[in-house]
């Protein structure tokens, strides 16, 4: 990290970015894609990489110091959560996020934005990756409450723990981001659905946009009121849905947008509804038009089939919960494809969960026996599956990775689909 001088014998400097923040490595040809590493006070990520999700400033079911043995480069953490429980001023009386929770890599929060809309409409963590269905304005979970409104100012909404009311606002939630210190946080976006109108999408981009230049204003006066913090890297939010035109030109804006110190982001985040079968061409439109030399994320995605997609056309990190969250519901990942391990026919299976896998699980244990954890309702079930599916994701990103640098992508990509998914279903 470099410090811009002081202009007076007593000022503070101000941090900056690492120069360069991103640097590109290897490039796939005729495509998009390209390996890299971005630099973070708390170390360096090499990209392309899974970003662990740990909501709460864990990975459900797992230490953080196993998250390292697995290999994992960074973990995210979301503001909403950390807002509602412990509180921002807490975490940053632990000295930020990572000494917090223990974690002494890289660090990413997101701006709470999708959690304001996902759970204020009872979506919880699952939203459509298909836009067929009627298109509405007032989508709502069947039953349940709408707790989130949205203005052009800001969202005003209800927990979701205590029925409490709250208020997120670009300011609110950079000076929630700011206390919780990650090394890399998003400025606060509108999520929108496939199901809403193209009239409303294209509101939620300009008000997106409105939203990204106060968020680089406040991230620049927090970042010199906090001289003494590490520089925290800010990512505009690319919106716009399933639509061509609207998310080159949030992109267009979001690159045109720069704080008084003549900066603008430090990278861009491809975030909002994304169709499943237009996942690859909707990350090249965004990627056709964002700077280069600047890192991409890509929120919410880990199938092996999305990971490929979306690293040849240009996504350089990508975070997602589904990992974790299906391992706990006892659906393993091989690569020979996924299966549900609390099913009759592996009562009696004495075999790892994947006999290529280096985990600590599949070193140690068996079907058999994880079979038995879940129908015990033992919390180890959840602990050994994410290991394992923690791992299997993190391994297949960084044998991708591989794959460009050594330039045997489209061989890898497949082989593994062939296995993952069967034939003809790659």
């Not at 056309?313 to 996924?338: H, I, K, L, Q, W």
């Not at 033992?378 to 290991?387: D, G, N, V």
């Not at 082989?415 to 998914?421: A, N, Q, V």
Request: glycine share 10%; aromatic share 8%; with cysteine.
């Amino acid at each position: 990290m470099s410090d811009v001088p002081a202009t007076t014998d007593d000022a503070v400097p101000v941090p900056t970015p690492s120069d360069p923040f991103f640097t590109v490595g290897t490039r796939l040809p005729g495509r998009l894609g390209r390996t890299g590493t971005i630099h973070t006070p708390h170390g360096d990520i090499a990209t392309p990489a899974f970003i662990a999700v740990g909501t709460n400033a864990t990975v459900k079911a797992v230490l953080p110091e196993t998250m390292k043995d697995l290999g994992t480069q960074a973990v995210l953490a979301n503001a909403y959560h950390l807002y509602l429980q412990p509180g921002p001023d807490v975490v940053d009386e632990a000295g930020g996020l990572g000494r917090f929770m223990n974690w002494p890599g890289p660090t990413f929060t997101d701006s709470g934005g999708f959690q304001v809309m996902s759970l204020g409409v009872g979506f919880k963590k699952v939203l459509s990756m298909n836009s067929v269905g009627v298109q509405s304005d007032d989508v709502i979970a069947a039953g349940k409450e709408r707790l989130a409104h949205v203005d052009d100012d800001g969202v005003t909404f209800k927990s979701h723990r205590d029925g409490s009311r709250h208020r997120f606002t670009p300011e609110v939630s950079m000076g929630i981001q700011h206390q919780l210190g990650a090394d890399i946080i998003f400025a606060f976006d509108e999520l929108t659905t496939l199901f809403n109108t193209r009239g409303y999408q294209e509101e939620s981009v300009e008000r997106t946009q409105a939203w990204a230049i106060r968020c680089i204003a406040e991230h620049e006066k927090l970042t010199a009121e906090r001289a003494d913090k590490p520089y925290q890297a800010l990512f505009g939010v690319v919106q716009g849905a399933q639509y061509e035109d609207l998310r080159r030109q949030a992109c267009r804006g979001l690159e045109s947008i720069e704080g008084e110190s003549g900066r603008g982001f430090d990278g861009y985040g491809i975030g909002g509804a994304l169709e499943k079968q237009n996942l690859g061409t909707i990350v090249r439109w965004c990627n056709e038009e964002l700077p280069e030399h600047k890192p991409r994320h890509l929120l919410g995605i880990s199938e092996p089939d999305d990971l490929f997609v979306a690293i040849e056309n240009g996504a350089d990190t990508f975070d997602c919960v589904n990992p974790s969250r299906v391992a706990r519901n006892a659906a393993m990942y091989t690569e020979g494809g996924r299966f549900n391990v609390n099913t009759a026919r592996f009562r009696r299976d004495f075999n790892p969960i994947d006999e290529n896998c280096d985990c600590y699980t599949c070193r140690n244990y068996t079907r058999a026996y994880l079979h038995h954890l879940f129908k015990a309702k033992e919390m180890l079930a959840s602990t050994l599956a994410t290991i394992h599916n923690e791992r299997f994701t993190i391994r297949l990103v960084d044998r991708i990775r591989d794959s460009i640098d050594g330039g045997y992508f489209d061989e890898l990509k497949s082989e593994t689909l062939g296995r993952f998914y069967g034939p003809g279903k790659a």
